[in-house]
């Protein structure tokens, strides 16, 4: 149950960080009836549909064919994505010290004792504690 919770999770996340909807993915048939209507009507290539309506020509093709506009607001990925901002400015009136610490005096005594316990899981071998020279 876990794994299908992370699952449809992430596939959330990432839809939403590629700018998608779920109306986008239900709308993909509408893509694909008018990729077809141009490919019978114009002799279109996918990929030329796809210019024509998402990339460079998109202008030209929307100013020709105004009979399409019905069918052209039907297609996904027509909405431009969604971004908020939000800034906080927070301005505290204090002043500030700004004092040197003193140094400290290292102490030349070690107070580290280290006292091997054997284990099961540190036999001799490769894995084992670090040592203190």
């Known amino acids: 149950m876990t794994r299908l919770l992370s ?11 590629l700018h998608l ?9 509408e893509l694909l009836e008018h990729a077809a209507y141009h490919q019978y009507e114009f002799g279109d ?3 030329t549909f796809l210019d024509k ?31 908020v901002l939000s800034h906080t400015h927070l301005f505290i009136g204090q002043h500030f ?21 054997t284990s099961g899981v540190f036999s001799p071998g490769v894995f084992q504690p670090p040592r203190h020279a």
């Open 7 to 17: 699952m449809l999770l992430s596939s959330l996340l990432l839809l939403q960080s």
């Open 45 to 47: 290539s996918f990929l």
């Open 97 to 117: 010290f700004w004092d040197t610490p003193q140094p400290r005096k290292e102490s030349q005594s070690h107070q580290y004792y280290y006292l091997l316990q």
């Open 53 to 83: 309506h998402y990339g460079s020509q998109k202008e030209d093709h929307e100013r020709n064919h105004q009979e399409e506009k019905h069918e052209h607001e039907k297609l996904p990925f027509q909405q431009l994505p969604n971004q």
């Open 21 to 29: 909807s779920v109306s986008d993915l239900v709308q993909l048939d």
